[in-house]
């Protein structure tokens, strides 16, 4: 089984309508972020958190909010989803105490977003 | 702060040929570089990484990449392309310092691969 996961795969929305995509991970990691990927732009940070009780906006966070409901889940919310958030989505995680002490960052398998 | 440049968005080439992709970092403190691969329809996953010790580093399915410190340059390289290293290529820098880029990563725009029979 992989160890990030996310869902929904594959959204096609309507402008004005909320939105949640999920990620849960099975690694045991502290940090947890949201990408966003555009064609040319790379890819940018939404939101990130680097424990339960901890979140920070990222470079984009206009438009977006999460919710940290454990360790191991990170949910990324469109409150009134438009067609400019048509995108492809990234959950990651990391662990500064593990292997991963350099930031190194795992990827979920994406969520392609349509937003009509 | 820091940033990331990939200094071309499309790379074409033929099978068995060598290529390499640049890539040029900014950045006031020292920092680990990684370069990350995304096959169609996937996420990303790492294909090597530099934090210390020797400026060459080897990684995963032939590729390698130089760490230049004086160029600030991390440029990955393959003497020889398959039709299966088709993919999108991300360079990122992490510094070891705090402040505002504390724990995060910054990619630059990527480079697409194609290659060619």
């Known amino acids: 089984d992989a160890d990030v996961t996310q869902t929904p795969r594959n959204r096609i929305t309507k402008t004005g309508k909320r939105i949640m995509l999920e990620c849960s991970q099975t690694?045991?990691?502290?940090?947890m972020y949201w990408y966003r990927q555009d064609p040319g732009l790379g890819l940018r940070l939404i939101y990130y958190?680097?424990?339960?009780?901890?979140?920070n906006k990222g470079e984009i966070s206009d438009g977006y909010s999460v919710s940290r409901q454990a360790q191991a889940k990170f949910s990324l919310s469109l409150e009134s989803a438009i067609p400019n958030q048509t995108a492809l989505y990234f959950c990651?995680?990391?662990?500064?105490?593990?292997?991963?002490?350099?930031?190194?960052?795992?990827f979920g398998p994406g969520t392609r977003l349509t937003v009509l | 702060a820091q940033s990331v440049t990939q200094l071309d968005s499309q790379v074409p080439v033929f099978e068995e040929a060598p290529v390499e992709l640049r890539c040029n970092y900014s950045s006031s403190v020292s920092v680990y570089l990684f370069w990350y691969v995304q096959y169609p329809n996937q996420g990303l996953q790492l294909l090597l990484k530099?934090?210390?010790?020797?400026?060459l580093v080897k990684g995963i399915n032939g590729f390698e990449a130089e760490f230049n410190k004086s160029q600030t340059s991390f440029h990955l390289r393959k003497p020889s392309v398959h039709i299966s290293d088709t993919a999108e290529y991300f360079c990122a820098v992490t510094s070891l310092a705090g402040g505002t880029s504390y724990g995060k990563l910054t990619f630059g725009q990527g480079t697409i691969l194609t290659v060619h029979p």
């Open positions: 530099y934090l210390s010790g020797s400026t």
């Open positions: 690694k045991g990691h502290d940090r």
């Open positions: 990651a995680t990391s662990d500064p105490a593990g292997t991963s002490f350099h930031n190194e960052q795992f």
């Open positions: 958190s680097f424990d339960v009780k901890d979140i």
